[in-house]
Antibody
Framework: EVQLVQSGAEVKKPGESLKISCKCSGYSFTNYWIGWVRQVPGKGLEWLGIFYPSDSDARYSPSFQGQVTMSADRSITTAYLQWSSLKASDTAMYYC?????????WGQGTLVTVSS | EIVMTQSPATLSVSPGERATLSCRASQSITSSLAWYQQRPGQAPRLLIYGASIRATGIPARFSGSGSGTEFTLTISSLQSEDFALYYCHHYNNWPYTFGQGTKLEI
């Protein structure tokens, strides 16, 4: 069974750094892109980027280029999304998704709250 | 960047009725179109990919059609659990984009 399990909710202050994770199991981790999606409370879905664990190819949406960094650790089949300096506007739910037939499996989401 | 436009924003229907949701792309995306359902407090769930292929475990009452720039998601006989948000998503080329969503309500 394909499973993507994300790390727990985070509460951070503006300017702090953060790395959230997406543990993938039940399939060949290096054969699929991983997508990251943001959902601001009460709003729609937005693509942050996609990442290919096999060769670390990373593609960012123009709106998020330079704002976040995607990575992965193949040895533990885990993908990451990180920020070096959070802003209040980063407050949102973040989802990872396996990009097989489109986004065919999703994590449960990680709620990130940034508040002073 | 390809803009995906969904209509209507909100669709009010009754259980047992048919619902038709639309999605338009600002340029051709061939058949690289997916539909997702999102219930409150849950992650999105893939319903349709390749514009018309049902994902694993999706009931036959969900069907997708279209190609190029015009796409439709049809739910043939609405069940109570179908009242949710629906998003289209193109994956023809990067950057991918979502439509703004259609809320299906009673």
């Amino acid at each position: 069974e394909v499973q993507l399990v994300q790390s727990g909710a985070e509460v951070k202050k503006p300017g702090e750094s953060l790395k959230i994770s997406c543990k993938c199991s039940g399939y060949s981790f290096t054969n699929y892109w991983i997508g990251w999606v943001r959902q601001v409370p009460g709003k729609g879905l937005e693509w942050l980027g996609i990442f290919y664990p096999s060769d670390s190819d990373a593609r960012y949406s123009p709106s998020f280029q330079g704002q976040v960094t995607m990575s992965a650790d193949r040895s533990i089949t885990t993908a990451y999304l990180q920020w070096s300096s959070l802003k209040a506007s980063d407050t949102a739910m973040y989802y990872c998704a396996r990009m097989g037939s489109a986004g065919d499996s999703w994590g449960q989401g990680t709620l990130v709250t940034v508040s002073s | 960047e390809i803009v995906m436009t969904q209509s209507p924003a909100t669709l009010s229907v009754s259980p047992g009725e048919r619902a038709t949701l639309s999605c338009r792309a600002s340029q051709s995306i061939t058949s690289s179109l997916a539909w997702y359902q999102q219930r409150p407090g849950q992650a999105p769930r893939l319903l349709i990919y390749g514009a018309s292929i049902r994902a694993t475990g999706i009931p036959a009452r969900f069907s997708g059609s279209g190609s190029g720039t015009e796409f439709t998601l049809t739910i043939s006989s609405l069940q109570s659990e179908d009242f949710a948000l629906y998003y289209c998503h193109h994956y023809n080329n990067w950057p991918y984009t979502f439509g703004q969503g259609t809320k299906l309500e009673i």
